[in-house]
C-alpha cells in the first residue's frame, strides 16, 4: 500500500510559504502523494491552487483531490482545473470528487442542493466526454484525462463510482469502516461489468503529540455535524503507534494509497510523520 500526506491547505492560518515548503519536504519523503480537501466557507487554500504550487515544486510525488466538491463548479470549470493540473504536472494528477455534505458552501457558490445527485452524474458523464474527446485545453497530459476517484457512503455513490470513475475514495475512519465501504465499491464494480477492480483510497487526520490543537481544528472544521465533530477528533492519529497502526490496518483492509492530512500547520509535523511512515512500509 502507498501512503501519502496531506497539505495543510485548510488548517486555517497556514502561511502560503508553509505549504511551499511542505511540498518540497514531502517529494524528498517516503510519501507517494500531496492531498488536499476542499471547502469554500472556511480558511483555506483552493485546492487546485494548492496542488498547482505543489507541481511546479515537485518532480515525483503525485496529486490528489481527497475530495473537491463537484457540484460547486460547472464540468466544463472542473474539467479546465483538473486538466490544467495534470499538464503542469506532467500527469501526476488524481481527481477525486463527491456531493460535500455542508449546505453552506452550496449556498455561498449559488448552487442549490436539491438535484445536486442527478446534476453529479452529469457532470462525471460531461468530464468523461471533455478528456477523452480532447475538448479541454490545456490537453491532459494523459490521454483519457486525469484518474477519477469518486466517493461517498451511499449505495448511490457507489454505483456513481462504477459507472464513471477508476476508483473510490472513501472518507475516513478506522480500518473497519474502510473495509466494509471497500467490499461495497467492489460490488457495485462486479455488477457493472467492469473489469479488473476499482482503486481504492483512504484518508485518515492525524497531529503527532499535538492532540489538543489537531481535534480543536477537527471540532472546527466539522462543527456542521454536531456531537459527531467529536468523534472525528477522537479518530485523530497522535502517536507513532496510533499511525502504524493505521497503515498496517488499512493495507490488511485492502487500500491501494492512504493520504494522512495533517490537522495542525506545522512542518515539525511533517518530519515527524516522514520518519513513522518510512519504518512502516
Request: hydrophobic share 45%; charged share 20%; glycine share 12%.
Amino acid at each position: 500500500m502507498r501512503v501519502g500526506v496531506g497539505l495543510p491547505s485548510t488548517v486555517p492560518g497556514t502561511p502560503g510559504g508553509l505549504l511551499v515548503e511542505w511540498a518540497r519536504a514531502a517529494e524528498a519523503g517516503p510519501f507517494s502523494s500531496l492531498g488536499v480537501l476542499d471547502r469554500l466557507v472556511y480558511d483555506s487554500y483552493d485546492p487546485f491552487a494548492s496542488l498547482a504550487a505543489a507541481a511546479a515544486l515537485t518532480e515525483r510525488i503525485g496529486l490528489v483531490t481527497m475530495v473537491v466538491i463537484g457540484p460547486l463548479r460547472p464540468a466544463g470549470t472542473l474539467a479546465k482545473q483538473a486538466a490544467s493540473v495534470d499538464a503542469i504536472s506532467g500527469g501526476r494528477l488524481t481527481l477525486g470528487v463527491a456531493l460535500g455534505a455542508r449546505v453552506d458552501d452550496y449556498e455561498v457558490a449559488g448552487v442549490p442542493t436539491r438535484g445536486r445527485g442527478e446534476r453529479f452524474d452529469e457532470q462525471l458523464a460531461a468530464l468523461r466526454t471533455a478528456f477523452a474527446d480532447g475538448a479541454v485545453f490545456p490537453r491532459s497530459a494523459r490521454p483519457n484525462g486525469p484518474p477519477l476517484l469518486v466517493g461517498g457512503l451511499t449505495g448511490r455513490s457507489y454505483v456513481r463510482m462504477a459507472r464513471f470513475a477508476d476508483g473510490y475514495v472513501h472518507n475516513g475512519g478506522p480500518p473497519r469502516a474502510f473495509a466494509r465501504a471497500a467490499e461495497q465499491a467492489r460490488a457495485a464494480w462486479t455488477d457493472a461489468g467492469r473489469p479488473g477492480t476499482p482503486a481504492l483510497w483512504g484518508q485518515s487526520y492525524f497531529a503527532l503529540g499535538e492532540e489538543e490543537a489537531g481535534a480543536a481544528y477537527l471540532r472546527d472544521y466539522y462543527a456542521f455535524t454536531g456531537p459527531f465533530a467529536e468523534r472525528i477528533a477522537a479518530a485523530n492519529l497522535t502517536t507513532p503507534q496510533a499511525v502504524i497502526d493505521q497503515i498496517r490496518g488499512y493495507e490488511e483492509a485492502g487500500c491501494d494509497e492512504l493520504v494522512l492530512l495533517p490537522t495542525v500547520a506545522d512542518r515539525s509535523q511533517l518530519d515527524r510523520l516522514a520518519d513513522v511512515v518510512a519504518s512502516a512500509v
